[in-house]
C-alpha cells in the first residue's frame, strides 16, 4: 500500500495505526503517520519528517515511528585521558539544548590538556537485573536465600546458556519478609547489557522457583535498579563504575579557570559535598548529568539512564598549592553494541570517539567510551566549579545561553 | 570565508576550532568542523551532517556545532486525561531507541482510554535555585538566616527585577556550620525557568550579602538540586509536582494486561514499594524515567533533568474489584518556551500536544504538558506492571527489542 | 494484697500480669513481677529490684514495672558555650556503657574551654506530626491539599485548643497519588512536644475531614517521621536544628589531639563528607549519636530519638592555620518536662545542667539543653576526628575499652 | 584518700576530677564527684548516688562515673517465637520512659500467641568497619582496590591473628577519587562485635599499607556505617539482619486490635511504604525504634546503635481474609557478652531472656537476642497499626502517657 491508500485504511478503521508496517515499508508507514498525525492535530511536521536513515534501521529502536527527532552535536576535545582502555586524545561530540554546556566542557579539556592529561579507570562492571519472588514465610525466605547462596555456580549455568557474550559474576539475595529479591550482576562486554541480564535472569528465575519454595512475582524487583535513583546504585554500582582524576597546576587553574585551586577546593566542599549531603543526595557533584546525558544521545545510549549516570561524587583538594580534582561514577551503563549504537548518527558519533561496535578484546570499547565520558564530565565538573568560585554562573548563562 | 578556507586556517593555527562562527555562516561552519573532525578522526560523519533545519537556529543551544543527533521518533496516545490544563485526548510524541517502549506506553493509553480516561494534576510548581555562602560561624548563619526569613519582600523585589515572567514563590535558608544555603523557589511560567531562576537569584543574593555578613561562595549550592538525584527534590517537588490517576475496570485488566488487578497490586507492593524501599531509593516507581526521557527529547527539555523525573511514586491497589493506579512525579521540570523547545523538530513535537510557546493563561501550556507526560508515564507504568504481573518482560524484550 | 496474695492470684489466673497495680501499691507489684518472672525463668533479679525511687513516681512511664535498668553515669564538661540560652560553663551527664566515650567527649571540651568556647545556636523548632489521609484521587488530593494550604488558621485554631503550651508554626501537605499527607509543626517551648503535636494533630485532622472529602487512615503517616531515619528530617528539621561551632589555633590542637588542623580537615571530609556519600548516609559526622544517646539517657529524653539526632553533619577546616570545625544537627528531639525528664535520676541529671523544668522565658531551658548537648557532640567529634588523625582510634578502645 | 580528701584535693588543684580512682576506690571516687559537682551545680544528686552495684563494676563501661541512671523496666511477654536459635516463650525486659509503650508491645505479643507464634530468622551476620585511606590517584585506588580483592587471605589472616573468635568474612573495596574505603565484616559469635572488628581492622590495615601505595586516614571511613542513618546498612546490613513474620486469623485480628486485616494492611501500606518513601527515609516501619532502645537499655547494647536499628521494613496483606505481617530489621547489633552485658540490671535482663554470656554453639545467644528483639518489635508494629487502624493513638496516649 502506498501512504494514501495506508492513510485512508486508518481512517476507514481498516487497519490500526501501529500495523501500517505490515502493509508498507517503513518510511511509507512513517509518512503516513506524520499525515494522520498532522492531519489530527493541525501540527506541521515537515523537520520531523526530514531524519536521514532508512526507517527500517530502525525497526528495533520504535514503534509507531512517524519521523525523528533532531538534536543539535558539537564536540568537545581533543580529551586527553590515560585510560585502561583508552590513551591520548579522543573527541567526544555531545548532542545538547543547553547553551554554555559544550563551551564549559570544552574549557574543561582545555585545561587538562594543558595540565597534561587526566587518568581514568574503570574499577567495576556489572549490569544488575534483580527479580521479587513470594515465599510463605521468613523461614522460606532464608531456605531461598541460602540456597541461591550456596548454588551461584548452578544459577551461572543458566543464566549463561542464553547468551554468547555474558557472564554472571556476582548473585546476592536480600529478604524483605516474605520477599526475597535477587541482585545478579553480568559481565556483559561491549553491550550495555540491560537486556541480555533480563533474559539470562530470567533462564536463572526458573532455575531457582524449580529448586526453592519461591515463587516469581516479578522479573524486575526493583533492587536492579534501573533507571531509579537508588542508592544500592551509588553503593554498589551498576554497569561500569568509572573514576577520572587530574593534577592542574595553579598558573594553569588561573589562567584557565579566573580563579584559585583553594577557591574550587572551596566551592566544592560547600556545595558538592556538604550542600548535597544537607539535600539527601545520592549525587554529589555539580552537573555531571549534563554531560552524561549529551553524550549519552550523541553515542546512541539509553539516556533514561542518565538517572544513574548522576550517582557521582566529585572531589576537590589543594595538593601542594595545585589543584587535584576527581569525578567518580558509580554506575555509567554503556555500550558500544546493541540499542540505539547502530543508528546512524550514532554510529558516526562513536566512530568519532573511536570505538564503533565490538572492542578487541571484548569490553574494550564500552570502557574506552566510559573512561571517554567520565574524564569529559570531570571536564564539566572542573569547569563548572571555576565558574561558580569566580562567581560567573549567571553571566555565563545570559552571554551563551537563552 | 567557505569550507575549505575555514579549514585550512584551523589546521594553520590561524583560528580555533570554536571560532568558526566568527567567520562563516553556521552551516558552513558546521560543515567545516565535520570535515576536520572525519580527518582527525576517520569517521565518516554523513548523517550527522544531514541535519533538518539551519544551523543558527540553535545558536543558542549548542557550540562547536557540526550536526546533529537523530533519534527515531514515535507517538502514543490519543492520551485521555482530564486535567486542569488539558481535557481529553492527546497524542505525545517519544523520541527513543529502547524497542518495545512506545508499544509498552500505547497499551497503557489505550487501557486508560477504554477506562474513560485518567485524572490528572499540578499539585505544586517552583523552579528552584539554592546559592551557598560562607559565613564567619554559626552565630553570623542565624543572623544570615533569620534575616532572609524576615526580607523576603526585598528579597523578591530584586529577584523579580530581573524578569518580566517568573515571580519569587519560596525563600528557605538552611544553615551547614559556617555555610548558609537559601533555596529560592520561583514560578516561571511556561519555561522551565532554571535561566531565569539563576538569574534572578544572582540578584537576590547581592540583596544578601549587602544586608548580611554573608559572602557568596557558589551561586548553586546543591540544595536547588539541579541534575542529582536528591530526597530535597523528592519531597519538597522542583518544577512541577504532577500527579495522575486512573480506575481501570477488572474486565479491561484482564483483557489489556493479561492479568488481574490483584496480581498488579502484588507486583507494584514487592516491587515498586518494598524493592524500592530496601534499594534505598528515592523513585518507587517501575521505568516512569522511560516515558519521561523518551517525552523530553522529543519536545526539546532538558534530558539531563530526568534525573529529577525520576523522583516519582507509583501506587496501584484492588478497589471493589478494580484497578485503581496513580503516579505521583514529584520534580517534573518542563517548559514549552526557551531552551530547545525552539528547535524545529522539537516545536512539531510540541505543537502535536497542541501546547507549542506561551499558554494562555500563561503557564497553562506548561502545566498541561506536565500532564500529559505524567499520564503517558502511568500508562508506562501500569503497562510494565502488567507485563511482569502476566511474567512476560523478557519475552517482549526477545520479541520488541533487540 | 500482698506480695504473696499478688503472686497467688497470677498463679491462680485470678489475675493477670499487668492488672497488679489495681490490687497493690506500685512497688508491691514490682516485687510481685519480679517473684514471678523470677520463678519463671530462673534469673536472679537483685539489682534489677533495687531502683532508688518510688515506683509510682514512673507510672506515666512504664507499664509491667519489675523494677529499673541501671546504667553508669559519667560527666563531661565544664563545657564552655556561648549560646542563645546559654553562656558559659555547664557540666553534663553522660550515661552509658561504651568505655572510652566519656573521655573522648571530656578531651574535647578540654580544648574548647582552651580555646575560649564554642558558640552554638538552635536555629529552628517544630515538632513535627504528619497524618495520611485517604482520597477518591487525584482531583480530591488536590482540593484537600488547597483547602489545608488556605485554611491554616482555622487548623491552628483547632490544634492549639488542645494546649496550653503548644503553637501551630507550619502545615504543609504533600500529595502521593490517592493520599495526602499533612505535616504539621509545632513550637511545644520545653516540652519535646511529641504528644503534644499528636493530640492538637488529631483535633486539627478532624477539622480537615469535616471540610474536604479526605478520610483519615493514620494520625501518623511517617512524614513525621518520629524515629525513623528520613531525609525529610535531615532536609527540614524535627524538633531543635542545632549548630555549634569552634575555631581552635593550631598549637591546641596538637598539645589536645597530637595531630594538626589538616590532618583532621583531611580526616573529616575523607570520612564524614566523601565517606557519608558513597555510604548513601543522612548522616555525615563521625558519632553524634554517642554524645546524644548518652545525654538523653541521663536526662530522661526519648531515646529512640537518637535515630533523629544522628541526621548531624560535621565540618571542619583549616582557616589561616587553625581549625574550624562545627556540628550542625538537623533533627534534635529535647525537653525539660515531661517524659522522662521527672523521674529522680533524670531530673536530677537536668539540674546539673541547670536546665530542669520549664525555663523562663517558656522553651529555653530546652534551647539551652540543646545547646550544650550539641557542643558535647561537637567535643566528641573532635575528639574522635583527632583520634583517627593521629591514628589511635583501636587502641584506645584497647585501653580503655573491652 | 577519703571522700574529703578527694574533694579537697581537686578544689586544691592537686588532683584532676578523672584521676580519682587512682587515688582511691571506686564508690568513693563517684561520691567525691558527686560532692564536687553538687557543690558547683546546685543540684541534689541522691538518687544518682544509689546504684545498686559496686562503681567498679562500671570500670570497662565509664570515665568520671559519680552515679548511675536508673530507667524503669517493665516486661513483655511470653513472645512465643519460632527462631533458629529460640523455640517457644521468653520474655524480653524493656527500659523505657515511654508511656503505653509496653502495653502496646504487649498486646502484639498477646496476638502472636493467640495466632501459635512467629517465625523469626538471622538472615546475615556480620559486623563491619571500613577504613578509608589516601592515595595518589585513581590508577592507584584500582590497584589497591585490585589487591584487596585478590588478596583477602592475606588480609584474614592478618585480622583475625587479633581474635580468638571473630571471623573475617567479607572484605569489599570502594572507590571515590583518591580515597579507598575497604569495608570488613566480621562474624564475632555472641559479641556485638564492633571493638573487635576495629582491632582486627587496624591489623589488616597495616597489610594493606604494606603491600599497595595506600596510607591509612582513619580507621573508620563511614562506609562501616556505625550510628549514622545510611543506605550501605539498610542495603547489605551490619550485625544481624533479622526478620520475623506471624499470620493472624481474621478473627484475632479484630479482637485483639479492634479493626480489619484490611485496615491494618491500608495504613501499612500509606503509612510505612508510602508515607515513608514520600518521606526519603531508610526505615519504613511504625515505631521499631521504640521497641529496640528499649530492649538495648534493659539489655546492655549499645545504645547509639539504635539508629542502625531503625533501618527496618514492615509490611502487613491480607491472605485469605487473615493479616500476614512482617518486620526485617536491616542492621541489628546486638551481643549477650561484652559492652554493658556484665554489667548487674542488664545480666539480669538477659537471663530473663535466657541468653546471659557466650551461648552453645557460639553465638546462639546473640542470634536468640536478635530473634526475640525482633519479635517484640513485630509485635510492637501490629499493635501501633492497629491503634492508628483503629483511630486511637492520641486517645491511648492520654490514657497511659503524659
New interface residues.
Given amino acids: 500500500m502506498d501512504t494514501d491508500a495506508l492513510v485512508d485504511a486508518v481512517r476507514d478503521g481498516e487497519l490500526r495505526f501501529?500495523e501500517l508496517e505490515q502493509h508498507a515499508d517503513f518510511d511509507t508507514a512513517a509518512e503516513a503517520?506524520r499525515r494522520l498525525?498532522a492531519a489530527?492535530?493541525?501540527?506541521?511536521?515537515?523537520?520531523?519528517g526530514?531524519?536521514?536513515?532508512e526507517?527500517s534501521e530502525?525497526e528495533?529502536?520504535?514503534?509507531?515511528?512517524?519521523?525523528?527527532?533532531?538534536?543539535?552535536?558539537?564536540?568537545?576535545g581533543p580529551i586527553d585521558v590515560?585510560g585502561?582502555a583508552v590513551e591520548g586524545a579522543r573527541?567526544l561530540?555531545l548532542?545538547?539544548?543547553?547553551?554554555?554546556?559544550?563551551?564549559s566542557v570544552?574549557r574543561g579539556c582545555a585545561a587538562i590538556r594543558a595540565a597534561d592529561g587526566a587518568?581514568?579507570?574503570v574499577?567495576k562492571n556489572a549490569m544488575t537485573r534483580?527479580p521479587?519472588f513470594?515465599v510463605e514465610?521468613?523461614?522460606e525466605?532464608?531456605e531461598t536465600?541460602t540456597w541461591v547462596r550456596e548454588n551461584t555456580d548452578e544459577l551461572a549455568e543458566a543464566a549463561e546458556a542464553t547468551t554468547s557474550h555474558g557472564e554472571l559474576r556476582e548473585v546476592t539475595p536480600?529478604?524483605?519478609?516474605?520477599?526475597v529479591?535477587v541482585r545478579f550482576g553480568y559481565e556483559t562486554r561491549d553491550a550495555m547489557g540491560m537486556?541480555m541480564a533480563?533474559?539470562a535472569?530470567?533462564a536463572a528465575c526458573e532455575t531457582i522457583t524449580d529448586a526453592t519454595p519461591a515463587e516469581?512475582?516479578?522479573?524486575?524487583?526493583?533492587?536492579c535498579?534501573?533507571?531509579?535513583?537508588?542508592?544500592?546504585?551509588?553503593?554498589?554500582g551498576r554497569g561500569r563504575?568509572v573514576?577520572?582524576?587530574v593534577?592542574i597546576p595553579r598558573d594553569l587553574v588561573e589562567s584557565y579557570f579566573k580563579t584559585t585551586p583553594e577557591a574550587i577546593a572551596?566551592?566544592n566542599?560547600?556545595?558538592?559535598?556538604?550542600?548535597?549531603?544537607?539535600?539527601?543526595?545520592?549525587?554529589?557533584?555539580?552537573?555531571?548529568?549534563?554531560t552524561?546525558?549529551?553524550a549519552f544521545?550523541?553515542t546512541?545510549q539509553?539516556?533514561?539512564q542518565?538517572?544513574e549516570g548522576?550517582?557521582a561524587?566529585t572531589?576537590a583538594?589543594v595538593r601542594d598549592g595545585d589543584l587535584?580534582a576527581?569525578?567518580?561514577i558509580a554506575s555509567l551503563e554503556v555500550g558500544t553494541v546493541?540499542?540505539?549504537t547502530k543508528?546512524?548518527?550514532?554510529a558516526?558519533?562513536l566512530?568519532?570517539?573511536?570505538v564503533g561496535g565490538g572492542g578487541d578484546p571484548a569490553g574494550s570499547n564500552a570502557d574506552a567510551l566510559a573512561e571517554v565520558i567520565t574524564t569529559a564530565a570531570l571536564a564539566g565538573e572542573l569547569s563548572l566549579l571555576g565558574a561558580?568560585?569566580s562567581?560567573h554562573?549567571?553571566s555565563a548563562?545570559?552571554e551563551?545561553?537563552?
Fill in positions: 501501529h503517520r498525525v489530527e492535530t493541525g501540527a506541521d511536521l515537515e523537520t520531523i526530514e531524519y536521514a536513515f526507517a530502525a528495533a529502536n520504535v514503534e509507531n515511528m512517524f519521523g525523528a527527532a533532531q538534536v543539535p552535536m558539537g564536540i568537545v590515560d585502561d573527541r561530540p548532542a545538547t539544548t543547553e547553551g554554555a554546556l559544550i563551551a570544552n587518568t581514568a579507570r574499577l534483580a521479587v513470594r514465610n521468613v523461614a525466605a532464608k536465600a536480600y529478604v524483605v519478609g516474605d520477599n529479591f537486556n533480563t533474559i535472569t530470567e516469581l512475582v516479578a522479573l524486575s524487583g526493583n533492587l535498579a534501573d533507571k531509579k535513583p537508588a542508592a544500592i546504585n551509588s553503593v554498589q563504575t573514576a577520572a582524576d593534577e572551596e566551592a566542599t560547600r556545595k558538592n559535598l556538604v550542600g548535597s549531603a544537607k539535600a539527601g543526595a545520592l549525587g554529589f557533584n555539580a552537573h555531571a548529568a549534563n552524561i546525558a549529551a544521545l550523541a546512541g539509553d539516556i533514561a542518565v538517572v548522576s550517582n561524587i572531589t583538594d587535584y576527581s569525578l567518580t546493541g540499542g540505539g543508528l546512524p548518527t550514532q558516526e558519533a566512530d568519532i570517539v573511536g561558580l568560585a562567581n554562573l549567571a548563562h545570559e551563551l545561553g537563552r
